[in-house]
């Protein structure tokens, strides 16, 4: 069974993970994923009352965070030992519109999410993951390489979220027996590490 995880198919995801597996920055030890926006009540996923009504935990940042989780899940392994913090700014995006997530994953890498909807002013989306030769900087369809008396090695990866390829997946599935790269399990992974860090959330 295949369930469409889009960022499980994105290029771009791929490639963060290829130059990872080849050592660019040594061996993970932490990342840092912050996702700050402005989700204004005029626009049309904020009149989606199952999202607002949180018909199932977490509402938007349940919604949103779970694709995000998928990449971390893809680049470290597994989820461990997390905690998390929520809270509601906005009451008119639902029960809960902010969370920051501190977790430890089965690689040993510990991780922050930083996941806000309400976030006025200032907007970004950005990924810094730690080695222990570099850095590496991840924003807007570049991935940076930061090392020590070292220029940095900058990448642009071209995509289109991976619609395309998953797309491409389910059809080579059906057509030629291909394997399935995000299976249902996968997606039940992914979802069950975010319900079990709003399960373990400190409202505040």
Not at 126 to 143: C, F, R
Request: aromatic letters at 14%.
């Amino acid at each position: 069974m295949m369930v469409a995880e889009n960022f499980r198919y994105d290029p771009f995801n791929i490639r963060i993970k290829e130059l990872l597996d080849s050592g660019s920055i040594g061996k993970p030890y932490s990342a840092f994923w912050d996702c700050f926006d402005l989700l204004e009540t005029s626009n049309k996923y904020a009149q989606t009352q199952w999202r607002i009504k949180h018909q199932y935990p977490g509402g938007f940042i349940t919604d949103g965070g779970v694709h995000n989780i998928a990449v971390f899940r893809d680049l470290f392994g597994e989820i461990h030992s997390g905690k998390a913090i929520t809270r509601s700014i906005n009451p008119d995006l639902g029960e809960i519109d902010s969370m920051s997530f501190l977790f430890n994953t089965s690689s040993n890498v510990s991780c922050v999410f930083n996941y806000y909807f309400s976030s006025v002013g200032y907007q970004e989306r950005m990924l810094k993951i730690l080695g222990t030769e570099g850095t590496m900087v991840i924003k807007d369809k570049n991935i940076a390489i930061k090392k020590k008396n070292t220029p940095d090695y900058i990448e642009t990866v071209q995509s289109q979220g991976g619609y395309k390829e998953e797309f491409e997946n389910f059809y080579d599935a059906i057509r030629n027996g291909q394997k399935v790269k995000c299976t249902f399990l996968d997606a039940y992974k992914d979802l069950k590490a975010l319900i079990d860090a709003l399960e373990s959330a400190i409202n505040i």
